[in-house]
Each structure stands twice: as C-alpha cells, then as structure tokens.
Nanobody
C-alpha cells in the first residue's frame, strides 16, 4: 500500500523553526516529485514548496521564499521542509504529496496522486 506520512509539526513561537518530514512506504520516492501544501482554517489549500525527482529544481510560494527550504534524501525515502522565521500566518495543516514526473522536469503545484494525512503547525504570536 502506497503511503506518505508527515511528521515534525507542533506548536512554536513566532520567529522559531520546525522541520517537517515526509516519509514514504510501499514505494520509492525517487520516482516522484514531492510537493508540500498547507490548509489553514477557512482557507483553500495552497502549494508551499515542491522539489523535482532529481532534487535539482525547487519551487516556493512567494509567502515562504527565503524562509522555507525543501530537500530530499532518496536513500532515506524522505523529503524535508525546513521552516525558519515562522509567522502566525504559517499556522495550518501541512501535507506532502507525490506525483510521478520525468527525472529533471520542473516540479509544480498540481497533478499530485498520493497524499499524506497532514501534520498540524501552529505558530503563536
């Protein structure tokens, strides 16, 4: 069974950091581009960051550029989202998702096939 599991969420003060992990089971992540998404209460889900299969291409929402960094360790079958300088408006449930793509194709925020269950991130002011 193909499964993605997020971890690393929690409660943090504004200005703090968290690192989210997205671990895969039942398949190998190196065949997939990975996206990070978030959904805050009363808001639509939005793309936060993504990373290509090869890890050579990344993309970020304007709201997180310069603060968040996505990376992958295919040997560990895990993708990470390092979140620094967190703000209260970053509060949301964060999801990772996977989609098959050509090795060096640029990642994007659409077309994902597999989703994790989400992890809550709460940033206090």
């Amino acid at each position: 069974q193909l499964q993605l599991v997020e971890s690393g969420g929690g409660l943090v003060q504004g200005g703090g950091s968290l690192r989210l992990s997205c671990a895969a089971s039942g398949f190998t992540l190196d065949h997939y581009a990975i996206g990070w998404f978030r959904q805050a209460p009363g808001k639509e889900r939005e793309g936060v960051s993504c990373i290509s299969r090869a890890g050579t291409s990344t993309n970020y929402a304007d709201s997180v550029k310069g603060r968040f960094t996505v990376s992958r360790d295919n040997a560990k079958n895990t993708v990470y989202l390092q979140m620094n300088s967190l703000k209260p408006e970053d509060t949301a449930i964060y999801y990772c998702a996977a989609r098959k793509m050509a090795l060096f194709r640029l990642c994007m925020f659409s077309g994902y096939d597999y989703w994790g269950q989400g992890t809550q991130v709460t940033v206090s002011s």
